[in-house]
């Protein structure tokens, strides 16, 4: 059987993260690969990236080098590494290989993938509920943990409630503790997450 490539139409990575393009074929016997390179088309203008053959890997585009990568020893697999993604990297990739059959004909496979870098959605801070009315006996250690999901770096500050609907701040951190609790520690006390 010829050698045929694989991939997919699209491939969606975050900027300042990693993706893989994928581009697979089975080995079969009687073809060697002889070539294999990546090119990217960005606005109408196409520009190799990648080019493997018999003199080793050659990295043509600099500002793609230290940041692409393709499997070194597994046979079949000419899947594009991009890292450090940047919003330019949006494009069209084109993975290109060559194989020699046994009567040195040559044979040109080519899968192309659009490839778009986005920028990761901003999330707010939610505040995982926590316990409400802890009873805890006087003298006692304990503490209160405010925990968020969202973007990072997320920042914390816990506030104790006070007469006339006014807030004290305790604590810019996670986690409120007290060593020896007192009776004049009970109350109300909440937590504040914040991100930009």
Not at 95 to 108: A, E, G, P, Y
Not at 161 to 170: C, E, F, N
Request: net charge neutral; aromatic share 8%; charged share 20%.
């Amino acid at each position: 059987a010829l050698p045929d490539l694989s991939g997919v139409h699209q491939v969606t990575g975050t900027w300042m993260g990693s993706t893989t393009v994928p581009c697979t074929y089975v080995p079969s016997e009687g073809f060697t690969q002889q070539t294999l390179s990546w090119s990217v088309e960005r606005d109408s203008s196409i520009s190799t990236i990648f080019r493997r053959d018999d003199s080793g890997d050659h990295i043509l585009l600099s500002k793609f080098r230290g940041r692409v990568s393709i499997p070194k020893q597994s046979p079949g697999n000419a899947s594009l590494l991009i890292e450090n993604l940047e919003m330019p990297d949006s494009g069209h990739y084109t993975c290109q290989v060559i194989w020699r059959s046994t009567d040195n004909s040559l044979i040109t496979r080519e899968v192309t993938t659009t490839v778009k870098v986005v920028k990761v959605a901003a999330t707010k801070p939610i505040i995982r509920a926590g316990e409400l009315g802890l009873t805890v006996p006087a003298g006692a250690s304990t503490s209160l943990t405010c925990e968020a999901s969202g973007s990072p770096p997320i920042s914390y500050r816990w506030f104790r409630s006070a007469p006339a609907g006014k807030a004290v701040l305790l604590s810019s951190g996670a986690e409120l503790a007290w060593h020896s609790l007192r009776p004049s520690d009970s109350g109300t006390y909440f937590c504040e997450a914040e991100n930009r």
